[in-house]
């Protein structure tokens, strides 16, 4: 089976950078998923890591280590808009389980 | 918008009864994905078909079944209502049939159960 731990609760300011953490123990492991998910809506991919190291995507960069069972998503220069849930998700041999997530809450 | 369908928006029942939530993907994608999300247990993964044939399961109960049909749309039926089956459900659909690529999430579908 999959186990997968994120924090429950974040809190940053406008313009910091904020490291969402998440650790797995699997059977079965094929590749990390992170989506963000506001309030009342649908989740949204933000990357896919199936190597270890540092996947960038703009604001956003995505690190995996398989040897340690460790992945975080790094945000930089926060905005209000990316006050949200982070959702890691592990992808087994055949099924997908998804963390409970990280709710990230950015003030001003 | 993702480009997926989902309907009806909301959907209110009594225990026992049975409902059918619709999804139809995006354009061009042959998998569907169906979620369960509730406050307790997170966002959990049910089951996944590619162009019509079952792909994946996941945490589905015997009570649920789905299918997809040749249009591609898909139906998830839900059977003997609990209370507990009260979620947002939720339909995916990638161009994968592999649950590597980028999966597209509509709207969802609200249950609540009484």
Excluded at chain 1, 17 to 23: G, L, S
Excluded at chain 1, 63 to 91: I, N, P, T, W
Excluded at chain 2, 93 to 107: I, V
Aim: hydrophobic letters at 30%; proline letters at 3%; aromatic letters at 12%.
């Amino acid at each position: 089976g999959q186990n997968i731990d994120q924090p429950t609760e974040m809190t940053a300011t406008e313009g910091a950078i904020v490291q969402i953490n998440c650790t797995y123990q699997t059977s079965g492991f094929n590749g990390l998923f992170w989506y963000q998910q506001h309030a009342g809506e649908a989740p949204t991919f933000l990357s896919y890591n199936v190597l270890d190291g540092l996947e960038e995507k703009g604001r956003f960069s995505s690190f995996l280590s398989r040897s340690k069972g460790y992945s975080y998503l790094l945000l930089k220069e926060l905005q209000m808009k990316d006050s949200a849930s982070y959702l890691c998700a592990v992808k087994g041999y055949s099924t997908l389980t998804f963390g409970k997530g990280t709710m990230l809450l950015v003030s001003p | 918008d993702s480009g997926v369908t989902q309907t009806p928006k909301h959907l209110i029942t009594a225990t026992g009864q049975r409902v059918t939530l619709r999804c139809s993907p995006r354009s061009g994608d042959l998998s569907v994905y169906w979620y369960q999300q509730s406050l307790d247990q997170g966002l959990q993964f049910l089951i996944q078909y590619y162009n019509g044939e079952e792909r994946a399961k996941g945490n589905i109960l015997e009570r649920f079944s789905a299918q997809q049909f040749p249009d591609l749309h898909s139906e998830l039926n839900l059977s003997s209502l609990e209370l507990g089956d009260s979620a947002l459900y939720f339909c995916a659909s990638s161009a994968s049939g592999t649950l590597d690529g980028t999966q597209y999430f509509g709207p969802g579908t609200r249950l609540t159960v009484l």
